[in-house]
Every structure is written in C-alpha cells, then in structure tokens.
C-alpha cells in the first residue's frame, strides 16, 4: 500500500517496457516519487500537462530506440531542451518547489524532452489516453482452421467456450468462426471434464500459479446496512466523500461472494480490517478534504477488527462461506508502520498534546476548518513540540520525527513512509505495548516477558490466522522491513494455520505469501527467498496497453512469464491492470473494448492475476480533488448500463474459462505456427487448451 496524507503524488505502474519487434517505439514518460508513480506515452511535439505538487521526483523516459551521442545534463532546467538516451532507460531527479501544472513535451528530431511550467491552472479534465500505435493481425469474418495436433488426438470433442459449439478433432484440426464481440479470440477446452482426483492432485503442484485473486477494498465494495453511522465519531464531509468512510463492509463481501466466485476468483484479498486509526488527517497538497483510514492502512490496534468494517463473527462467516465455495482469503499485513496521531485519537487515549484545549469542541473528533483554515490546520492545535508523546507509541517502537524518538533514516527499513511512524522490526530490544494500547477496549494486546518489537507485531498478525483459518497473505512495503522478519511470519503463520486446521479437522494448501515489492517486475529476485511464494507484479499495467489494442503483443510477455516460471519452482507474479496505488485501467482509454481485450490479456497470462474490484464492470475513477489515488478507490457499481453488463458477461467467460484449467495459469506455454492468427497450448499435466487470436 502506498499512503498519502498531506501531500500529494501521481500514481501508477512503474515503467518497464517489452519491446517487441512487431510494434512500433513508444516513449514512455513515468513521474514517481518514493512511493507512488504514472506513466504517460510521448508523443512527438505534443505537450503532456501533469498537475505536480512540491516535492522530489523521478523521472523516467524508456522506449526511444535508435543510437545518439546525448548526454545526460546535471540538473533539469525550465524551457531548456534535455537530452534522453536513446536505448537506454533516462532517469533524472526533478524537484518542485511551487505547486501547479507542469508540461513536458517530445521531440523526436533530436530526442529531447522540453519541460515547462504552465502560467496559469490548467483546468482539471479527465486524461484520455490515444489508442496504441501497434501492427496487429487483420480480422476477416468467416470459418477458421486451426491446428491443434500437438495438444488433442483425433477424435477428440472440444467445446469453444464463447460460442458453446462442440467441435471434433479431424485430421489434427477443428474448424471455428470467431466474433469480434469477443475481441476476435477462440478458446477450446475439452468437453470430457478432468476427474476430480486428477484436480486435486494438479492443485497439490501449482501452488497459486492459477490463482485468480480479486481485491477488495473493503469500504468501498458493498454496504450491508444502509445507510448506518460510523463508530468512534467519525463524519462525513456532506460534500465529495473523497477520503471518508463510505460504509462497505465484511457482511457486504459475504453478501456478495457469489459475485465474486462468478468471475472465476478463487482467491479473495481483503484490505485491511483491523482498527484504524480514529480521527482524521488533512488531505491533498491543499487540505481541501478530511482523509480517514477508510483504506485499512493507519493501524491503531492490530488485534481488533475495526467497527466500521464489522465484527469478528463477521470475519468468521465471511471466512467460512468463502471456504464453502472453494476461494481462499487472503488478510493484508502491514508491519512497517501503524498510523498517524489524530485529534480523535489524542483526545480519547488521554495524550496531552494539544496547545489549545479551550479551543477545541467537546470531541476533537468533531473538529473542522474555520474561515481562512484547511484541514491541515488540525495541526495547529496539537503540540508536536511536547515530551508528552512518550506516551505514544514511544522510542522503543518507532522512529519519527517527534521529541525523544529516533530520527528516521534514509535505508528502505528505516524511512518514514509518507511520514508514517516507522516500526523498529529491526531492534532486539524488549519491550512493552504502550499503556493505551493495552487500555484499548476489546484488545487483545498483551504484556509479554521478553518480546521484542518483530515479537509483537507477527503475534498480532498470525493470531488471525490460527483463530479464522486465514490461507495468506498480501504483505505491504515488503522492502521496508528486514527480510528475517518476512521468514518469521511466514513460519509462524504457516504453524497457525496448521493448528487451526487441526482444530478444525481440515485440510489444504500451504499458507501462501503475497509480497509487494514497489515496482518489481515479473522475475525471480531474492524476496522469494525471504518467505514469499509470489511477489507483485508492476510490469504487466503497461504491457496491457498494447496488449489490450491487439492481443498478439502479449507473444514475448507470455513466452518470458512462461519460461520463467518453468525455470524456477518457486517462482511465481501476480499480474495486475488496475491497482489502488496505480491507475484503474478504464481510466486510461475510457473504451469498454479495450478493456474487455485487456481481460483477455491479463485472464489469459502465465502466472497468478489480480483483479482490482470493479476491473470487471469498468469502474471509473471517482473525486479525488489534488490527490489522485483516491480516485482509484471509488465505490463499487451494482446497477449496470449495458455496456457494463456486456463486459461483465465477457469477464466471467474468461475468468471461468481460467479457474477451471489450472493450465492457463500453471502450464507449459507452447506457440503454434499460424501465418494468420496467434495460436498457443497451454498444457499441465492432462489438463489442455488452445487459445486463438484472429486479430482486430
């Protein structure tokens, strides 16, 4: 998770593009900070205009090819051309000091990048990406052939999964009819479906390399009691609801699991739901709106489930019903950082740190800017100066940048994440939970004799799992905290979840760990070393774009994955086209076939795939005033248009498609020659498919 409170930042995928000899140079610029990135395509002597506010920078230009004698220049100037590296990636640091809009523009003569400020705001529009410069096959109505020898004998009755027409194996080949409402793709499975010994035993070997994982973001997904209040006095704004608790909840996933087994998903990821910090925090550069940890990522106490997502036989009914329908869940662990200090929070665990207490209403919860304020200016009323905030977390536990606490460092593990309080993972020290954690009402946070910071924290987090039968985790900031703390949890969580199936007199899969690694690609690093069986995959945003416009260009991308993931047996990405730090895919192109060829591309890769909520429908950015990722968090659509509902219909083609051949996700990637179309096998074991794609 990549947080942001009082600044703003562009979010996105990191660069990394796969070239491909069948597609023409495109430059990408990506705009990224420590935390959070976008990317944007150049093209020549067009301006992309970028809303940037004060602070560091990277930028990276990929995808000039070509030779050029250019040299990087020490610093960026305004209004001054700088020269890129041509095949080669260039990256310079940029700072901003003003805040406001900012344009950069390509010239392909003489491969340069001319950056300006903007003289007045530009006005704030939805950005629309042009469609993707790609040489694809040409679709041509009418009866194909396609040859399928190498995967089905003769004989063999195969069903085309969009059509539902049977077909027979003759002479090595069947016979299709492909549709352009379905992006110009064939899928063939076999109609003899595998015995139920043979899926066990294929499930035994894949470990999650079909996994189909559909994220939910817990607040925004769906409201089982509408409309209620929140608990621990927290508000609405009564204006765009941009960073308040909206009221999704733990009965609203399991209201709606039958939806979400629908579209294939075998794996559910839940955000965060253990208690959030209270009160709130100003958001955006601007402070223009109140942010509350609706997203579940400002932790206050890790052992409690936050009311405003429900209650623990919540989680329990959600976890079994689940269970019943064969999908696994995963709980989003967070080690790095607990959350922010709020007005809430300061009142009602009795901290004294606020300067003006005469001025402030009876409840700091219910505090709100006044003429000539933002909501920023909450901070004016607390004393960051005070020895009092020894009574916080305290030095022991975190570093921050408060009296008598540590400074935070400049290593991955012990920076300050978007200022968040940083963990002491690394400390040997023993230590004792602050008294107001342990006063918090219904923790189950406890002394321990000889516990250490790491001690705490992964007895707080696999406590779930061996009470709820919990069967993974995503890990957030994986980078952030030291690898022996990763090892830990992952054998630990592994021995919690064998008791609770002992208990339970069940069985399964191995505890799964899901790392996110900022901007890692899709090959084996050492973190597959550190207790993780897949890590997030930041490569395939991008590679969809092409792969969305013509599904040929996912040739190379499929072929790496595939011979990857062979090479190594513990090797395994998780693909994704939207995330919550990056960009919803809809937003992109606002093109619903673009985003039905995007689920093909991404339901149809080697390795696990993630489905952000709403992929499925094209959900659309919602507000997000000067803080762009919020908009990626908008609510879940249940009442659909029919385009919506056209796509939704094609999502569960596919995705079902995949669940129910492991081989899509787990097997050996196989081309078949075909002067005309995109031809693959995919085979693991007795499972077996072909795939087709006749073109555009």
Same mark, same amino acid.
């Given at each position: 998770m990549k947080h942001k409170t009082l600044f703003t930042s562009l979010l996105i995928a990191m660069p990394s593009l796969f070239a491909s000899s069948a597609l023409l140079a495109s430059p990408y610029l990506t705009i990224s900070t420590t935390t959070t990135s976008r990317d944007y395509p150049l093209e020549n002597g067009n301006a992309v205009v970028v809303p940037l506010t004060k602070d560091k920078y990277q930028l990276t230009i990929s995808g000039i090819d070509g030779q050029c004698d250019n040299q990087l220049p020490s610093k960026i100037k305004f209004n001054t051309p700088i020269p890129l590296l041509c095949g080669e990636t260039t990256q310079l640091p940029l700072i901003i000091r003003f805040t406001g809009d900012y344009s950069f523009s390509y010239q392909e003569e003489n491969q340069t990048l001319l950056f300006k400020r903007q003289p007045k705001k530009v006005a704030q529009t939805a950005f629309k990406r042009p469609l993707p410069k790609v040489q694809c096959e040409a679709f041509i109505d009418g009866p194909k052939d396609i040859n399928v020898s190498s995967s089905f004998a003769d004989g063999t009755l195969l069903r085309e999964v969009f059509s539902g027409e049977e077909l027979r194996v003759n002479n090595g080949q069947v016979t299709v009819t492909p549709s352009q409402a379905n992006g110009g793709l064939i899928l063939l499975e076999p109609v003899q479906a595998l015995a139920k010994t043979s899926d066990a035993e294929i499930n035994k070997t894949i470990n999650y390399r079909n996994a189909n994982i559909y994220f939910v973001m817990v607040d925004r997904f769906n409201n089982s009691d509408s409309p209620k209040s929140q608990p621990y006095s927290r508000h609405n704004d009564n204006k765009q609801e941009i960073g308040t608790f909206h009221g999704g909840d733990l009965k609203g996933v399991t209201e709606k699991l039958d939806y979400i087994k629908s579209l294939g998903t075998n794996v559910i990821w839940l955000s965060p739901i253990v208690e959030q910090v209270r009160g709130f925090v100003g958001g955006g550069d601007?402070?223009?709106?109140?942010?509350?940890?609706?997203?579940?990522? =400002?932790?206050?106490?890790?052992?409690?489930?936050?009311?405003?997502?429900?209650?623990?036989?919540?989680?329990?009914?959600?976890?079994?019903?689940?269970?019943?329908?064969?999908?696994?869940?995963?709980?989003?662990?967070?080690?790095?950082?607990? @959350?922010?200090?709020?007005?809430?929070?300061?009142?009602?665990? /009795?901290?004294?740190?606020?300067?003006?207490?005469?001025?402030?209403?009876?409840?700091?919860?219910?505090?709100?800017?006044?003429?000539?304020?933002?909501?920023?200016?909450?901070?004016?009323?607390?004393?960051?100066?005070?020895?009092? =905030?020894?009574?916080?977390?305290?030095?022991?536990?975190?570093?921050?940048?408060?009296?008598?606490?540590?400074?935070? @460092?400049?290593?991955?593990?012990?920076?300050?994440?978007?200022?968040?309080?940083?963990?002491?993972?690394?400390?040997?020290?023993?230590?004792?939970?602050?008294?107001?954690?342990?006063?918090?009402?219904?923790?189950?946070?406890?002394?321990?004799?000889?516990?250490?910071?790491?001690?705490?924290?992964?007895?707080?987090?696999?406590?779930?799992?061996?009470?709820? /039968?919990?069967?993974?985790?995503?890990?957030?900031?994986?980078?952030?905290?030291?690898?022996?703390?990763?090892?830990?949890?992952?054998?630990?969580?592994?021995?919690?979840?064998?008791?609770?199936?002992?208990?339970?007199?069940?069985?399964?899969?191995?505890?799964?760990?899901?790392?996110?690694?900022? /901007?890692?690609?899709a090959y084996r690093s050492p973190y597959f070393d550190d207790g993780f069986d897949a890590l997030i995959n930041f490569d395939m945003q991008k590679k969809l774009d092409k792969g969305a416009a013509c599904f040929s260009q996912m040739a190379d991308t499929y072929k790496h994955y595939s011979n990857s993931i062979a090479d190594s047996t513990d090797f395994n990405p998780v693909s994704y086209m939207s995330s919550h730090d990056t960009e919803l895919f809809f937003s992109r192109f606002k093109n619903y076939q673009m985003q039905k060829s995007a689920a093909n591309a991404l339901l149809l890769s080697p390795g696990a795939v993630q489905i952000y909520y709403g992929d499925e429908i094209a959900r659309d950015i919602g507000p997000f005033a000067d803080d762009f990722h919020q908009g990626t968090r908008s609510d879940m659509l249940w009442s659909l248009d029919t385009n919506k509902q056209q796509l939704l219909e094609h999502w569960k083609t596919v995705g079902q498609f995949r669940d129910r051949h492991p081989a899509v996700g787990a097997g050996v990637h196989h081309v078949i020659t075909d002067d005309d179309a995109f031809v693959f096998s995919r085979t693991l074991g007795e499972d077996k498919v072909v795939v087709a794609y006749f073109g555009r």
């Amino acid at each position: 998770m990549k947080h942001k409170t009082l600044f703003t930042s562009l979010l996105i995928a990191m660069p990394s593009l796969f070239a491909s000899s069948a597609l023409l140079a495109s430059p990408y610029l990506t705009i990224s900070t420590t935390t959070t990135s976008r990317d944007y395509p150049l093209e020549n002597g067009n301006a992309v205009v970028v809303p940037l506010t004060k602070d560091k920078y990277q930028l990276t230009i990929s995808g000039i090819d070509g030779q050029c004698d250019n040299q990087l220049p020490s610093k960026i100037k305004f209004n001054t051309p700088i020269p890129l590296l041509c095949g080669e990636t260039t990256q310079l640091p940029l700072i901003i000091r003003f805040t406001g809009d900012y344009s950069f523009s390509y010239q392909e003569e003489n491969q340069t990048l001319l950056f300006k400020r903007q003289p007045k705001k530009v006005a704030q529009t939805a950005f629309k990406r042009p469609l993707p410069k790609v040489q694809c096959e040409a679709f041509i109505d009418g009866p194909k052939d396609i040859n399928v020898s190498s995967s089905f004998a003769d004989g063999t009755l195969l069903r085309e999964v969009f059509s539902g027409e049977e077909l027979r194996v003759n002479n090595g080949q069947v016979t299709v009819t492909p549709s352009q409402a379905n992006g110009g793709l064939i899928l063939l499975e076999p109609v003899q479906a595998l015995a139920k010994t043979s899926d066990a035993e294929i499930n035994k070997t894949i470990n999650y390399r079909n996994a189909n994982i559909y994220f939910v973001m817990v607040d925004r997904f769906n409201n089982s009691d509408s409309p209620k209040s929140q608990p621990y006095s927290r508000h609405n704004d009564n204006k765009q609801e941009i960073g308040t608790f909206h009221g999704g909840d733990l009965k609203g996933v399991t209201e709606k699991l039958d939806y979400i087994k629908s579209l294939g998903t075998n794996v559910i990821w839940l955000s965060p739901i253990v208690e959030q910090v209270r009160g709130f925090v100003g958001g955006g550069d601007s402070g223009s709106f109140p942010f509350y940890a609706y997203h579940g990522y =400002w932790a206050r106490d890790f052992t409690k489930v936050d009311e405003s997502f429900g209650s623990e036989e919540d989680l329990k009914r959600l976890v079994s019903e689940a269970h019943k329908l064969g999908i696994k869940v995963l709980l989003d662990a967070v080690i790095n950082h607990p @959350g922010y200090a709020t007005l809430a929070d300061a009142q009602f665990d /009795g901290l004294n740190v606020i300067t003006t207490p005469e001025k402030l209403p009876t409840q700091w919860a219910d505090w709100a800017p006044k003429k000539g304020e933002n909501w920023h200016s909450f901070h004016n009323n607390i004393n960051y100066q005070s020895s009092n =905030w020894k009574d916080w977390w305290g030095s022991d536990w975190v570093r921050t940048g408060l009296p008598g606490y540590d400074q935070p @460092g400049s290593s991955d593990t012990t920076l300050s994440l978007a200022g968040l309080p940083d963990f002491k993972t690394e400390s040997t020290k023993h230590v004792q939970p602050p008294q107001w954690l342990m006063n918090n009402p219904g923790t189950r946070v406890t002394s321990r004799d000889s516990y250490t910071v790491a001690d705490y924290l992964i007895e707080w987090q696999t406590d779930w799992v061996k009470r709820f /039968g919990i069967d993974g985790y995503r890990v957030d900031t994986v980078k952030h905290v030291e690898p022996e703390v990763w090892k830990r949890l992952k054998s630990e969580a592994t021995d919690s979840l064998e008791q609770w199936r002992t208990l339970n007199n069940t069985s399964g899969q191995p505890f799964w760990m899901m790392g996110e690694v900022w /901007g890692h690609s899709a090959y084996r690093s050492p973190y597959f070393d550190d207790g993780f069986d897949a890590l997030i995959n930041f490569d395939m945003q991008k590679k969809l774009d092409k792969g969305a416009a013509c599904f040929s260009q996912m040739a190379d991308t499929y072929k790496h994955y595939s011979n990857s993931i062979a090479d190594s047996t513990d090797f395994n990405p998780v693909s994704y086209m939207s995330s919550h730090d990056t960009e919803l895919f809809f937003s992109r192109f606002k093109n619903y076939q673009m985003q039905k060829s995007a689920a093909n591309a991404l339901l149809l890769s080697p390795g696990a795939v993630q489905i952000y909520y709403g992929d499925e429908i094209a959900r659309d950015i919602g507000p997000f005033a000067d803080d762009f990722h919020q908009g990626t968090r908008s609510d879940m659509l249940w009442s659909l248009d029919t385009n919506k509902q056209q796509l939704l219909e094609h999502w569960k083609t596919v995705g079902q498609f995949r669940d129910r051949h492991p081989a899509v996700g787990a097997g050996v990637h196989h081309v078949i020659t075909d002067d005309d179309a995109f031809v693959f096998s995919r085979t693991l074991g007795e499972d077996k498919v072909v795939v087709a794609y006749f073109g555009r």
